[in-house]
């Protein structure tokens, strides 16, 4: 990591004298194969160093192939929007936001709960067959049960599947309750949230308890 940051100053001057930096006069493959090695956060700071290093960090190509190697457990086929670098960051930000609704359930936060969820009258809350709707019931029922210790799960998700559109996103996933009856298999929970003012807001959760697989 350390190297290849010394070789991009190197490049960017040495871009000044010869007219020409190495980058530049690397096949287009192989330069896409090189700064693949990096992460998303080094390619970021990479692209600040200079207009070359810019250029070649916000390669289309290049990000297309970081959200397949980061995001392999998600869905095998999307369709991405405003470009492969844009998409990447809109699915990494909406699974962390996704993230945060399980901090905010263990930590039994009613302010941060209401300021998680969309102001409006269309948002839901599904569970288990009880549909609430509206900002309102949703509230209640959700100070319910955070003051309750009905909702105990543990909160390692597993099976993540996402949808990002332009403003809004789905996710899907599994996590297993902390009480476990007989015959009953891991919750199926399903988040939807809505893109305002350049923020996430959960506008509809849904959440069910699915049948043990007997095998065979």
């Not at 945060?100 to 009258?121: G, P, Q, V």
């Not at 309102?136 to 003051?147: H, I, S």
Request: with cysteine.
């Amino acid at each position: 990591m350390v190297v290849i940051s010394g070789v991009s100053k190197a490049v960017c001057l040495s871009d000044d004298k010869a007219g020409f930096s190495m980058i530049e006069q690397m096949v287009p493959d192989i330069m896409t194969q090189v700064l693949s090695l990096l992460d998303s956060s080094s390619l970021c700071s990479l692209s600040m160093t200079c207009p070359v290093m810019r250029k070649a960090a916000n390669d289309d190509s290049l990000w297309k192939f970081l959200y397949h190697q980061d995001f392999t457990e998600l869905r095998a086929c999307v369709t991405q929007f405003n470009g492969w670098k844009a998409y990447y960051a809109a699915t990494k930000t909406s699974l962390n936001v996704n993230s945060e609704f399980f901090n905010i359930i263990m930590e039994k936060s009613h302010r941060r709960m209401a300021r998680y969820w969309l102001k409006s009258e269309h948002v839901t809350f599904h569970e288990s067959g009880q549909l609430y709707t509206g900002r309102t019931a949703v509230m209640e029922r959700l100070k319910y049960l955070l003051d309750s210790e009905e909702i105990k799960f543990d909160c390692d998700i597993f099976d993540v599947q996402v949808r990002v559109e332009p403003n809004w996103a789905w996710i899907t996933m599994f996590t297993y309750p902390w009480v476990l009856s007989e015959g009953e298999g891991p919750m199926r929970i399903t988040n939807v949230f809505e893109l305002h003012n350049n923020r996430w807001f959960l506008v509809h959760h849904r959440c069910w308890r699915t049948c043990q697989s007997t095998g065979g």
